[in-house]
């Protein structure tokens, strides 16, 4: 196979932490440690010389893709502009899930949702909502995450203790959704589009039931 390099950099792009050298060989037996680092590096140095938006850093013992800090400054301002976005359904359960339980691992958190949340888990970290915050003292040693500063300010909070109840976040979820059905009945009468937000679907119930609600 000759193209190992960039199946490790399709891993780098899907994984939802830094990627570790053990992760590649479970997949690229036929490769030594020492081999997967090398091409690791040869990915790193590639970013690096083409100027690229997205850098290869070594971090928590992994490898893992961030954005170069050299376009900060277009970054803050990109960011500003999507703080007004709403977060969708998916992404409050899971930021609630962590905002509550953290230090929490992702199998932890899409336990209690009932569904895959790589992706939302992503959304939330590139948003900077959310950080790895260490491992769990388990095995295989699975990241924990937390919330950030950047949290806090996009929300209006000075610190985690001013977070509301379990219940009232609960409830505050359920009457948005009643609020989104109440819409999507208005401009359209497509079933499917309704059962996407209805609260008493079984990943919604568990995620509620859960967070005390």
Do not use: W
């Amino acid at each position: 196979m000759k193209n190992e390099k960039y199946v490790i950099e399709s891993f780098l792009f899907v994984s939802g932490g830094p990627l570790l050298i053990d992760q590649v060989k479970g997949v690229l037996d036929h490769l030594d440690p020492h081999a997967i680092r090398n091409l690791f590096n040869e990915l790193k140095t590639e970013y690096e010389d083409n100027g690229r938006g997205i850098k290869i850093v070594e971090i928590a013992g992994g490898f893992q893709m961030v954005t170069n800090p050299d376009f900060s400054d277009y970054l803050k301002k990109y960011y500003k502009r999507k703080h007004v976005e709403r977060l969708s359904r998916p992404a409050l359960e899971t930021l609630a899930i962590i905002a509550y339980k953290q230090p929490i691992t992702r199998l932890d958190i899409e336990s209690i949702r009932g569904v895959n949340t790589d992706g939302v888990t992503r959304n939330l970290s590139d948003k900077g909502l959310i950080r790895i915050v260490g491992r769990k003292d388990i095995s295989g040693r699975p990241f924990v995450y937390g919330t950030t500063k950047q949290f806090l300010e996009y929300f209006g909070l000075s610190s985690l203790g001013e977070l509301p109840k379990m219940e009232e976040f609960s409830n505050l979820l359920t009457r948005n959704d009643k609020k989104k059905n109440s819409s999507n009945n208005e401009k359209t009468n497509d079933s499917s589009e309704v059962k996407d937000t209805d609260t008493s679907s079984p990943q919604n119930k568990a995620t509620s039931d859960a967070l005390g609600g």
